[in-house]
Protein backbone atom coordinates (compact mmCIF):
# COMPACT_ATOMS: atom_id res chain seq x y z
CA UNK A 1 0.00 0.00 0.00
CA UNK A 2 0.88 3.60 -0.96
CA UNK A 3 1.52 6.32 2.05
CA UNK A 4 3.13 9.43 2.36
CA UNK A 5 4.23 10.75 5.30
CA UNK A 6 4.63 14.65 6.09
CA UNK A 7 6.24 14.84 9.73
CA UNK A 8 5.88 18.57 10.35
CA UNK A 9 2.09 19.82 11.11
CA UNK A 10 3.10 23.79 10.75
CA UNK A 11 6.08 25.44 9.95
CA UNK A 12 6.95 29.14 10.76
CA UNK A 13 9.98 31.03 9.04
CA UNK A 14 10.86 34.84 8.39
CA UNK A 15 10.41 36.23 4.92
CA UNK A 16 13.32 35.98 3.22
CA UNK A 17 14.35 32.87 4.76
CA UNK A 18 14.61 29.68 2.90
CA UNK A 19 12.39 26.86 3.70
CA UNK A 20 12.32 22.54 3.68
CA UNK A 21 8.98 20.68 3.94
CA UNK A 22 9.38 17.09 4.57
CA UNK A 23 7.90 14.14 2.92
CA UNK A 24 9.03 10.65 3.33
CA UNK A 25 6.73 7.71 0.75
CA UNK A 26 5.90 4.12 0.77
CA UNK A 27 4.80 3.16 -2.74
CA UNK A 28 5.73 -0.58 -4.58
CA UNK A 29 7.02 0.69 -7.84
CA UNK A 30 8.95 3.95 -9.07
CA UNK A 31 6.49 6.38 -7.47
CA UNK A 32 5.08 9.06 -9.02
CA UNK A 33 5.32 12.25 -6.32
CA UNK A 34 3.73 15.56 -6.58
CA UNK A 35 4.25 18.56 -4.53
CA UNK A 36 0.43 20.34 -4.25
CA UNK A 37 -0.32 23.72 -2.55
CA UNK A 38 -3.70 25.07 -1.19
CA UNK A 39 -4.12 28.51 -0.32
CA UNK A 40 -6.95 29.40 2.07
CA UNK A 41 -10.38 28.94 0.33
CA UNK A 42 -8.73 28.06 -2.53
CA UNK A 43 -8.28 24.61 -4.75
CA UNK A 44 -5.51 22.13 -5.37
CA UNK A 45 -2.41 24.00 -7.14
CA UNK A 46 0.43 21.79 -8.38
CA UNK A 47 3.57 22.97 -7.65
CA UNK A 48 6.16 20.24 -9.19
CA UNK A 49 6.25 16.72 -9.96
CA UNK A 50 8.40 13.73 -10.59
CA UNK A 51 8.30 10.29 -11.94
CA UNK A 52 11.72 9.69 -13.84
CA UNK A 53 15.08 11.45 -14.89
CA UNK A 54 16.59 14.39 -12.95
CA UNK A 55 15.85 13.86 -9.29
CA UNK A 56 16.32 17.86 -8.83
CA UNK A 57 12.99 18.90 -10.22
CA UNK A 58 11.93 22.17 -10.37
CA UNK A 59 8.53 24.03 -10.44
CA UNK A 60 6.34 27.13 -10.37
CA UNK A 61 6.87 29.95 -7.41
CA UNK A 62 10.70 28.92 -7.50
CA UNK A 63 9.96 25.80 -5.76
CA UNK A 64 12.21 22.88 -6.16
CA UNK A 65 12.28 19.44 -5.19
CA UNK A 66 14.51 16.35 -4.65
CA UNK A 67 13.60 12.85 -4.97
CA UNK A 68 15.90 10.67 -2.81
CA UNK A 69 15.38 7.16 -3.27
CA UNK A 70 17.58 5.44 -0.82
CA UNK A 71 15.67 8.05 1.87
CA UNK A 72 12.38 7.46 0.31
CA UNK A 73 12.21 11.24 0.22
CA UNK A 74 10.75 13.86 -2.09
CA UNK A 75 11.64 16.93 0.09
CA UNK A 76 10.47 20.58 -1.34
CA UNK A 77 12.54 23.85 -0.83
CA UNK A 78 12.22 27.33 -2.12
CA UNK A 79 15.78 29.60 -1.30
CA UNK A 80 13.76 32.78 -0.09
CA UNK A 81 10.27 32.82 0.88
CA UNK A 82 7.50 35.32 0.18
CA UNK A 83 4.61 36.39 2.49
CA UNK A 84 2.40 34.66 -0.64
CA UNK A 85 3.74 31.39 0.16
CA UNK A 86 1.54 30.93 3.22
CA UNK A 87 -0.52 27.99 2.83
CA UNK A 88 -1.30 24.28 3.11
CA UNK A 89 1.42 21.96 1.10
CA UNK A 90 0.51 17.99 0.62
CA UNK A 91 2.78 16.02 -0.73
CA UNK A 92 1.51 12.82 -2.81
CA UNK A 93 2.03 10.02 -4.10
CA UNK A 94 0.08 7.76 -6.99
CA UNK A 95 -1.02 7.84 -10.11
CA UNK A 96 -4.32 9.69 -11.00
CA UNK A 97 -5.29 7.92 -7.51
CA UNK A 98 -3.44 9.87 -5.46
CA UNK A 99 -2.04 9.44 -1.51
CA UNK A 100 -1.83 12.82 0.39
CA UNK A 101 0.09 13.33 3.36
CA UNK A 102 -1.05 15.27 6.11
CA UNK A 103 0.00 17.96 4.88
CA UNK A 104 2.20 21.07 6.50
CA UNK A 105 0.70 24.64 6.80
CA UNK A 106 3.51 27.36 6.76
CA UNK A 107 3.09 30.79 8.15
CA UNK A 108 5.51 33.41 7.21
CA UNK A 109 6.66 36.17 9.82
CA UNK A 110 7.47 39.66 8.07
CA UNK B 1 -3.42 21.02 -18.98
CA UNK B 2 -7.27 20.46 -18.51
CA UNK B 3 -9.95 22.71 -16.54
CA UNK B 4 -12.30 20.85 -13.92
CA UNK B 5 -15.29 23.02 -13.50
CA UNK B 6 -16.81 22.26 -9.75
CA UNK B 7 -20.18 23.40 -8.42
CA UNK B 8 -21.66 24.11 -6.18
CA UNK B 9 -18.79 26.20 -4.42
CA UNK B 10 -20.40 26.00 -1.30
CA UNK B 11 -23.71 25.24 0.29
CA UNK B 12 -25.06 24.76 3.99
CA UNK B 13 -27.53 21.89 4.39
CA UNK B 14 -30.11 20.70 6.69
CA UNK B 15 -29.36 17.39 7.88
CA UNK B 16 -30.77 14.69 6.48
CA UNK B 17 -30.91 15.95 3.12
CA UNK B 18 -28.71 15.07 0.39
CA UNK B 19 -26.37 17.41 -1.87
CA UNK B 20 -25.25 16.54 -5.32
CA UNK B 21 -22.22 17.88 -6.62
CA UNK B 22 -21.01 18.46 -10.29
CA UNK B 23 -18.08 17.97 -11.87
CA UNK B 24 -17.51 18.92 -15.43
CA UNK B 25 -14.12 18.63 -17.46
CA UNK B 26 -12.60 20.00 -20.28
CA UNK B 27 -11.76 17.00 -22.46
CA UNK B 28 -12.33 13.07 -22.23
CA UNK B 29 -11.46 11.20 -19.77
CA UNK B 30 -11.64 7.23 -18.71
CA UNK B 31 -11.22 8.10 -14.55
CA UNK B 32 -12.22 10.47 -12.72
CA UNK B 33 -11.87 10.69 -8.68
CA UNK B 34 -13.57 11.86 -5.59
CA UNK B 35 -11.50 13.22 -2.87
CA UNK B 36 -13.26 14.39 0.66
CA UNK B 37 -11.16 16.98 3.14
CA UNK B 38 -12.39 17.18 6.54
CA UNK B 39 -11.82 20.08 8.50
CA UNK B 40 -8.42 20.75 9.03
CA UNK B 41 -7.36 17.48 7.70
CA UNK B 42 -5.69 16.29 4.25
CA UNK B 43 -7.59 14.71 1.33
CA UNK B 44 -8.60 11.24 1.35
CA UNK B 45 -9.87 9.40 -1.79
CA UNK B 46 -13.96 8.66 -1.25
CA UNK B 47 -13.64 6.66 -4.75
CA UNK B 48 -12.87 5.79 -8.70
CA UNK B 49 -15.44 6.79 -11.65
CA UNK B 50 -15.00 4.94 -14.32
CA UNK B 51 -17.17 5.54 -17.30
CA UNK B 52 -19.65 2.64 -18.15
CA UNK B 53 -19.26 1.10 -14.72
CA UNK B 54 -20.23 1.09 -11.03
CA UNK B 55 -17.29 3.06 -9.28
CA UNK B 56 -14.98 1.81 -6.86
CA UNK B 57 -15.43 3.05 -3.12
CA UNK B 58 -12.26 3.23 -0.68
CA UNK B 59 -12.12 1.09 2.68
CA UNK B 60 -14.85 3.05 4.81
CA UNK B 61 -17.12 4.78 2.25
CA UNK B 62 -20.20 2.93 0.72
CA UNK B 63 -22.25 3.07 -1.93
CA UNK B 64 -25.39 3.92 -0.02
CA UNK B 65 -23.93 6.71 1.33
CA UNK B 66 -22.21 8.39 -1.65
CA UNK B 67 -23.59 7.87 -4.78
CA UNK B 68 -21.69 8.04 -7.76
CA UNK B 69 -22.79 8.82 -11.62
CA UNK B 70 -20.50 8.95 -14.60
CA UNK B 71 -22.56 8.85 -17.57
CA UNK B 72 -19.94 10.32 -20.27
CA UNK B 73 -16.40 11.14 -20.13
CA UNK B 74 -16.27 14.59 -19.16
CA UNK B 75 -19.15 14.75 -16.48
CA UNK B 76 -19.20 13.09 -13.03
CA UNK B 77 -21.77 13.65 -9.81
CA UNK B 78 -21.30 13.05 -6.48
CA UNK B 79 -24.24 12.84 -4.17
CA UNK B 80 -23.82 12.87 0.16
CA UNK B 81 -26.76 11.52 1.17
CA UNK B 82 -28.64 11.83 4.24
CA UNK B 83 -26.03 13.94 5.70
CA UNK B 84 -25.12 14.73 9.08
CA UNK B 85 -22.87 17.52 10.94
CA UNK B 86 -20.33 14.86 10.11
CA UNK B 87 -20.21 15.31 6.51
CA UNK B 88 -19.58 19.13 6.76
CA UNK B 89 -16.10 18.41 4.59
CA UNK B 90 -14.66 20.49 1.07
CA UNK B 91 -15.49 17.60 -1.54
CA UNK B 92 -13.04 17.17 -4.49
CA UNK B 93 -13.55 15.95 -8.31
CA UNK B 94 -9.88 15.20 -9.69
CA UNK B 95 -9.05 13.66 -13.40
CA UNK B 96 -5.55 12.74 -14.17
CA UNK B 97 -4.07 13.40 -17.50
CA UNK B 98 -0.25 12.74 -18.30
CA UNK B 99 0.59 11.75 -14.91
CA UNK B 100 -0.59 15.04 -13.93
CA UNK B 101 -3.87 15.37 -11.37
CA UNK B 102 -6.08 17.91 -11.91
CA UNK B 103 -8.79 19.09 -9.21
CA UNK B 104 -12.00 21.07 -9.38
CA UNK B 105 -12.40 24.09 -6.98
CA UNK B 106 -13.96 21.72 -4.56
CA UNK B 107 -17.17 22.10 -2.85
CA UNK B 108 -17.49 23.62 1.21
CA UNK B 109 -20.19 21.74 2.84
CA UNK B 110 -21.71 22.60 5.88
CA UNK B 111 -23.79 20.53 7.57
CA UNK B 112 -26.79 21.71 10.28
Known sequence: AQSVTQPDI????????????????SYGATPYLFWYVQSPGQGLQLL??????????????G????FKRSQSSFNLRKPSVHWSDAA??????GVGKLTFGTGTRLTIIP | SAVISQKPSR???QRG??????????????????????????????????QGSEATYESGFVIDKFPISRPN??????????????????YLCSMEMNTEAFFGQGTRLTVV
Open chain 1, 88 to 93: EYFCAV
Open chain 2, 73 to 90: LTFSTLTVSNMSPEDSSI
Open chain 1, 63 to 66: FEAE
Open chain 2, 17 to 50: TSLTIQCQVDSQVTMMFWYRQQPGQSLTLIATAN
Open chain 1, 10 to 25: HITVSEGASLELRCNY
Open chain 2, 11 to 13: DIC
Open chain 1, 48 to 61: LKYFSGDTLVQGIK
